[in-house]
């Protein structure tokens, strides 16, 4: 069951909308919450995705060439990266929503695809990364990046192209990887990513990895060239070699589009946009007064609730929910919702 919780508050709702609410707000609280969408259905004879899936290639534990690693999982082939690949990697790289969370150059060129290449090989031969080109293990088709940095804090990295986005590729990927590295004796393998890249912290959890914190402005990068300034918050997940197997559920169950409606409002995930109303309400006189702490919010700590609110969903343990008129969308209150323990 879930738990509710809230301060005392002011909101823009008149008596029947306020009586929806509670309406709304006790049926989550019984449990009656919303199906989770329906699964994507499997081809015949595909096998489902766990993580003890997958075999692994060529592994010596403490070579340190990397060179002619292969990792097969049930999809998909982790290959090193060949010169052909190239003229994928640059259309895949030039559309321009792959560039939101990652630092790339724009526009990307293919002469940036070829120095890519040119360093995932290095770092092979030198045994600092183990790159890979991730293709489809039926069709050959390249649908993205994966990697381990060997570093003093091996990581996972990753991309999928948007064509192929949504098939659970990276989990895969990243399942695959860390196999691979905790047979190298690898004792912790970290998965970092922006706040806000609700599809990459979805899957760290799909993959086993667990949530463990947030490093504010841990993200800085580009800045220089034509890679554009990129600076954020960073979620950190990370899986240890005897962490128990299979995914990590998520804290609360996922919201059907549009949000929790009984047509007169609605219950929605709490967004950045919500920032400035949520600011304006949570700095008037009588919900300071009625507050739990009797202080007017920071503007900065404001924002950055809204925009790790998708990712609190995720993780827990308290979830943010946006209360809005269902036919005007305006922004009315908020409340926050508790998992008990």
């Known amino acids: 069951m879930w738990a509710a919780t809230a301060a005392r508050r002011r909101t823009c709702l008149p ?3 306020r009586s929806s609410l509670a309406r709304t707000t006790a049926a989550m609280v019984r449990g009656d919450r919303p199906r989770s969408p329906a699964r994507r259905a499997r081809a015949p004879g595909q096998r489902g995705l766990s993580p003890v899936s997958g075999t692994l290639a060529h592994v010596i534990p403490g070579d340190p060439s990397l060179a002619d690693v292969v990792l097969t999982g049930p999809r998909l082939t982790l290959r090193p990266w060949q010169q052909s690949d190239g003229d ?6 030039q559309d321009g929503r792959m560039h939101e969370f990652l630092a790339l150059p724009h ?3 293919p002469e940036d695809a070829e120095q890519a290449l040119a360093r995932f090989a290095v770092s092979r031969a030198d045994g600092t ?3 890979c080109a991730v293709a489809e293990t039926d069709t050959g088709r390249l649908v993205g990046s994966a990697t381990v940095r060997l570093s003093d804090d091996p990581e996972i990295g990753y ?3 948007t064509d192929a986005q949504g098939s659970g590729y990276a989990a895969e990927a990243s399942i695959v990887l860390a196999r691979w590295g905790f047979a190298r004796s690898l004792r912790r393998i970290r998965l970092c ?3 806000r890249n609700l599809a990459s912290a979805g899957t760290a959890l799909r993959a086993g990895f667990r949530f463990e914190g947030i490093s504010r402005n841990g993200i800085t990068s580009g800045g220089t060239g034509r890679v554009p300034e990129h600076r954020g918050d960073l979620a950190r997940f990370a899986r240890l070699p005897d962490d128990p197997p299979g995914r990590v559920e998520p804290a609360f ?4 589009d549009g949000g929790l409606t009984d047509g007169v409002v609605t219950l ?3 967004q950045p946009v919500d920032a400035e109303p949520f600011f304006e309400q949570e700095s008037d006189p009588v919900t300071v007064a009625n507050g739990f702490t009797g202080r007017e919010p920071a503007r900065p700590a404001v924002e950055a609730a809204t925009r790790r609110a998708g990712l609190d969903w995720l993780v827990g343990p308290t979830g943010a929910l946006s209360i809005v008129d269902t036919r005007t969308g305006r922004f009315a209150g908020a409340l926050r919702l508790r998992r008990p323990g």
């Open 15 to 17: 008596s029947p909308a």
């Open 88 to 93: 994928r990697v640059c259309a895949i790289l």
């Open 107 to 109: 526009p990307y060129l």
């Open 129 to 131: 990364a183990l790159e």
């Open 159 to 161: 991309w999928i192209a």
């Open 193 to 195: 990513c922006d706040v």
């Open 253 to 256: 169950p996922p919201l059907p």
């Open 268 to 270: 929605r995930l709490t």
